[in-house]
């Protein structure tokens, strides 16, 4: 049987935005499936132009940050609290450097086991802005991380989408597929891309009979596979799978046959929480030392 997936604690990061909002509302019930905790985390960057003119010595640095941790809390109870209903064990925190770095290390401090945060939009396109919080986090968190491109839209998973390569590391993300499945019920879609430059060792239809009775053991019942789904890349082939098949949730591993070197530009997990419709879950090999 497959191991459990486990998240003790969720971290949402929150600028106070709508999207963020919205984030909030999903990782309650989030955290109903797993009994996890909840932080809920706002980051003041106190190193921007703004705040020059008050860190001149120490005692100025220190009623900045007195005066930015009141602001942020006095938010918290005007735009969060209302957003977390009748969630237990919910803890607000503000904290103070580049976002990027606090969630990180944050995430590895307080042993998270999953990240929730929103992406933010451009024009038609639901892309990352190379260089935000959202896209520098995908490739940091020491964790799993779930990314909400239309954090607005009721979050009910019900149809799954879960690509795999068939290496070791992909089957990760399995747990949480399972964890989910069960929780709503869900069509489950498994999905291979046969890549014309991989030099492939493994059968793909002998791999899929694999997973799929891995997956009925474990309980799951309705489920479609695919062996060769088909696109110009990985990325471009799951995402038009998962908009022809109105997918809900992708659940994808953030290593495939790379192993466990760090994401960088272009690779299938990126591109695929980056431009995804749906909710992406990005599962990785959790990892809290500092």
Request: charged share 20%; net charge positive; glycine share 4%.
């Amino acid at each position: 049987m497959i191991q459990q997936a486990i998240v003790r604690k969720i971290l949402c990061p929150v600028d106070f935005s709508p999207q963020s909002q919205s984030v909030v509302e999903h990782a309650t019930k989030v955290a109903e499936i797993f009994d996890a905790a909840i932080i809920v985390l706002n980051v003041v960057d106190d190193t921007a132009p703004e705040y020059a003119p008050y860190r001149k010595n120490d005692a100025d640095i220190q009623m900045l940050h007195r005066t930015l941790e009141q602001d942020s809390q006095n938010r918290m109870k005007l735009h969060i609290q209302p957003k977390l209903r009748n969630a237990q064990n919910v803890s607000m925190m503000t904290a103070f450097g580049r976002p990027t770095e606090v969630i990180t290390r944050i995430s590895k401090e307080q042993h998270v086991g999953l990240i929730m945060m929103a992406t933010r939009s451009m024009g038609i396109t639901n892309q990352f802005i190379v260089g935000s919080t959202t896209y520098r986090v995908v490739r940091t968190a020491p964790c799993p991380l779930m990314i909400f491109s239309r954090p607005e839209q009721k979050f009910r998973p019900i149809r799954l989408l879960f690509p795999t390569d068939f290496s070791e590391l992909s089957q990760q993300a399995i747990p949480y597929l399972i964890k989910f499945a069960k929780e709503y019920d869900s069509d489950v879609h498994v999905v291979h891309y046969r890549s014309v430059q991989s030099l492939a060792t493994k059968d793909p239809k002998i791999e899929m009979d694999t997973i799929k009775r891995m997956l009925t053991l474990n309980g799951l019942k309705r489920l479609f596979v695919n062996d060769d789904i088909k696109g110009m890349s990985p990325s471009n082939a799951i995402l038009k799978y998962a908009k022809e098949n109105t997918i809900d949730l992708i659940v994808l591993s953030a290593h495939g046959a790379s192993g466990f070197k760090q994401f960088f530009l272009g690779s299938t997990a990126v591109e695929v929480s980056s431009r995804s419709e749906c909710p992406t879950l990005v599962v990785r090999k959790i990892d809290w030392s500092l």
